[in-house]
Structure formats: structure tokens, C-alpha cells
């Protein structure tokens, strides 16, 4: 990626989460206050520090199914794979782009013996895992709400799924007959990272997807019921906001989804659950995960002295 590209994507970066956190604070009407926020932080402390141990269990859970991930997992520490996890977190929280996988699979390889591309695909092999979770949350979803209720549309799949048969199909070709040997060795080595799981570790990694994803579900139900309870939502109406929210957060934007995240929940809330619009509870659910992952990820990203992401662009530009 050239200084240009980077550039650019910044700054449409930038433009997108203004213009949503622009139209997010306008739906609010004014409802957004952040010192009865602040009063509700303060008053429900002791909650949230069960929902950060959760979060943290969490993180540990996702650097133990990384590790199964790798076809030699005894010669990687959890120590670095944890540590690395943070630091991903902490540059897409700071940065306008999302380059925290690319930090994380830097880091690991300067302390493995693992190359970078190998290590980048473990990690796709890691967000493949994530989303078939989400998938199978959305099937839950439209069996208890109906596909009527969610407006779901069982043909609108045919179009994403034909375009995504032609990228593979086309993909496919392009590797064969036009990628040079340099590149194909990269692609090999990162195909060799997206299986490299063994047999026998597959049951560990399903459970521990499942164990992971059940405390992201858990967590926003803990802040609506103690925090909010006025809502009334329960724990179906908090895995809509969590497949929501988390589909939203597939758009490339820096600064941990900020306004994409909060005009998702904000229409997830008022035209699905029929809840007049919270912005403080919307706000609250970002702002929790941000300052926990900010946090701690700043605390690993000092700790690691010798990476920058100066050192992180230049390595970047060297071998891709």
C-alpha cells in the first residue's frame, strides 16, 4: 500500500465516521447526555468491572483458539499471542484505518518462527470462524423474530453469493495464469496459515468460538439489565444489537467503528425492537469496549518497545 492509498483511505475513513456520528447525535434530538452517563458509570461500577473480567476472558479465549490455529501451536507462546491481540485492538481504536491484524501477525512473527503471511492466514481463518458464528446467530434471529418481522429477504442471498462465486472463480484463474512466483509464495504461505488446524484440534477451536461469542452476547444484556433497565430488552433482543452491530463493523473504519457502530444499534433499536432511540446506552456500549481494549492495549503496545507502527508500515511495504 503506497502513501497515497493510505492516505485516501483515511480520509474516507474520517468522512464516514463523522457523517455518521453527524447523524447519529441529530436522531438523538438531544437526548444524549453524557453526565447522567457518567452517573450511570458511576453508580453501576461494579457491574461494568464484571463485564471487563468477561472481556478479558474473552481475549484470552480468542489468543487460546489463535494458538490451535497454528499447525506447531506448542512453539507459540499465549503470552505473545495475547499480548499481540491487544495491540491489534488498540491501533484500529486510535488509527483511521484498521490495520490491527496486520500489527498483530508483525508481532507474533518477530517472536516465532512463523512468517507474516502465514500468520495473516490464521488470522482470516480466525475471522472466517467469526462469522460463521454470526451466521449462525442470524439463523437463530430469524427463527425467533421471523423473516417477516426482520424484513428478511431469502432472495436478496442470490446476488451476494453469485458475486462471490464469480471474485472466487475469477481468483482462482488469476492465480494460476497471471500471479507472479513472488506472489504466489505469499499466497501459499497464507493459505497454509488458513488451514493449518488440525483434526484434532477442531473441537477446542469450535468451543472455544462458542465460548467467546456467548460472552459477547452475555455482555450487552449485563449493561441493559443493570444499567438500563428501563429498556426491557432480553437476551434475543441483545444478539439482534450483537449480529447487527457486528456486520456494521465490517466496514473498514478506524477509531473502533465509531458512528457506525452507533447509527447500527441506533436503527436496530427504533425500527426493529420498537425502543425509542437511547443514545446513551448506544453510547455506552461502544464506549465500554473502547476504553477497556484502548486501555490495556496501550499498556502492550508501550510494552512491545520495539515495534512501531513506523517499523509496521515500512515492514509492510517491504514484503507486500
Same mark, same amino acid.
Given at each position: 500500500?503506497?502513501? %497515497? @492509498?493510505?492516505?485516501? /483511505?483515511?480520509?474516507?475513513?474520517?468522512?464516514?465516521?463523522t457523517v455518521c456520528l453527524f447523524l447519529f447525535i441529530e436522531n438523538s434530538d438531544g437526548d444524549l447526555n453524557l453526565k447522567k452517563l457518567f452517573a450511570i458509570i458511576y453508580d453501576g461500577w461494579y457491574y461494568l468491572l464484571l463485564i471487563f473480567a468477561l472481556k478479558l476472558i474473552s481475549v484470552y479465549l480468542r489468543s487460546l483458539r489463535w494458538k490451535y490455529l497454528f499447525q506447531d501451536n506448542l512453539s507459540n507462546n499465549i503470552n505473545h499471542l495475547f499480548s499481540a491481540q491487544f495491540v491489534s485492538y488498540f491501533i484500529n481504536?486510535?488509527?483511521?484505518?484498521?490495520?490491527?491484524?496486520?500489527? @498483530?501477525? =508483525?508481532?507474533?512473527?518477530?517472536?516465532?518462527? /512463523?512468517?507474516?503471511?502465514?500468520?495473516?492466514?490464521?488470522?482470516?481463518?480466525?475471522?472466517?470462524?467469526?462469522?460463521?458464528?454470526?451466521?449462525?446467530?442470524?439463523?437463530?434471529?430469524?427463527?425467533?423474530?421471523?423473516?417477516?418481522?426482520?424484513?428478511?429477504?431469502?432472495?436478496?442471498?442470490?446476488? *451476494?453469493?453469485?458475486?462471490?462465486?464469480?471474485?472466487?472463480?475469477?481468483?482462482? $484463474?488469476? =492465480?494460476?495464469?497471471?500471479?507472479?512466483? @513472488?506472489?504466489?509464495?505469499?499466497?501459499?504461505?497464507?493459505?497454509?496459515?488458513?488451514?493449518?488446524?488440525?483434526?484434532?484440534? @477442531?473441537?477446542?477451536?469450535?468451543?472455544?468460538?462458542?465460548?467467546?461469542?456467548?460472552?459477547?452476547?452475555? /455482555? *450487552?444484556?449485563?449493561?441493559?439489565?443493570?444499567?438500563? *433497565?428501563?429498556?426491557?430488552?432480553?437476551?434475543?433482543?441483545?444478539?439482534?444489537?450483537?449480529?447487527? %452491530? %457486528?456486520?456494521?463493523?465490517?466496514?473498514?473504519?478506524?477509531?473502533?467503528?465509531?458512528?457506525?457502530?452507533?447509527?447500527?444499534?441506533?436503527?436496530?433499536?427504533?425500527?426493529? $425492537?420498537?425502543?425509542?432511540? /437511547?443514545?446513551?446506552?448506544?453510547?455506552?456500549?461502544?464506549? =465500554?469496549?473502547?476504553?477497556?481494549?484502548?486501555?490495556?492495549?496501550?499498556?502492550?503496545?508501550?510494552?512491545?518497545?520495539?515495534?512501531?507502527?513506523?517499523?509496521?508500515?515500512?515492514?509492510?511495504?517491504?514484503?507486500?
Amino acid at each position: 500500500m503506497t502513501k %497515497s @492509498k493510505l492516505i485516501i /483511505n483515511s480520509l474516507l475513513s474520517l468522512v464516514i465516521a463523522t457523517v455518521c456520528l453527524f447523524l447519529f447525535i441529530e436522531n438523538s434530538d438531544g437526548d444524549l447526555n453524557l453526565k447522567k452517563l457518567f452517573a450511570i458509570i458511576y453508580d453501576g461500577w461494579y457491574y461494568l468491572l464484571l463485564i471487563f473480567a468477561l472481556k478479558l476472558i474473552s481475549v484470552y479465549l480468542r489468543s487460546l483458539r489463535w494458538k490451535y490455529l497454528f499447525q506447531d501451536n506448542l512453539s507459540n507462546n499465549i503470552n505473545h499471542l495475547f499480548s499481540a491481540q491487544f495491540v491489534s485492538y488498540f491501533i484500529n481504536n486510535i488509527s483511521p484505518i484498521r490495520i490491527g491484524d496486520f500489527a @498483530k501477525s =508483525y508481532i507474533v512473527a518477530k517472536k516465532t518462527n /512463523n512468517k507474516t503471511s502465514y500468520l495473516l492466514g490464521s488470522i482470516i481463518m480466525e475471522r472466517f470462524l467469526d462469522t460463521l458464528m454470526l451466521c449462525v446467530f442470524s439463523i437463530a434471529l430469524i427463527w425467533h423474530y421471523g423473516s417477516d418481522y426482520l424484513d428478511f429477504d431469502f432472495s436478496s442471498l442470490f446476488i *451476494p453469493i453469485s458475486i462471490l462465486c464469480i471474485i472466487l472463480g475469477g481468483g482462482y $484463474l488469476v =492465480y494460476h495464469f497471471f500471479i507472479p512466483t @513472488k506472489i504466489k509464495d505469499i499466497l501459499d504461505e497464507m493459505w497454509r496459515g488458513f488451514t493449518g488446524i488440525h483434526s484434532s484440534r @477442531k473441537s477446542i477451536v469450535i468451543f472455544s468460538s462458542i465460548l467467546i461469542w456467548t460472552i459477547y452476547w452475555v /455482555n *450487552p444484556f449485563l449493561i441493559s439489565f443493570y444499567l438500563f *433497565p428501563e429498556l426491557g430488552l432480553d437476551f434475543m433482543d441483545c444478539l439482534l444489537i450483537l449480529v447487527v %452491530s %457486528s456486520f456494521v463493523q465490517f466496514i473498514p473504519i478506524g477509531f473502533g467503528a465509531l458512528g457506525v457502530f452507533h447509527l447500527g444499534v441506533d436503527v436496530v433499536l427504533s425500527d426493529y $425492537l420498537n425502543i425509542p432511540s /437511547n443514545p446513551n446506552f448506544v453510547t455506552m456500549l461502544w464506549l =465500554y469496549s473502547y476504553i477497556f481494549y484502548t486501555t490495556l492495549g496501550s499498556y502492550y503496545f508501550l510494552k512491545e518497545s520495539r515495534f512501531t507502527l513506523k517499523n509496521l508500515y515500512h515492514d509492510w511495504i517491504k514484503n507486500y
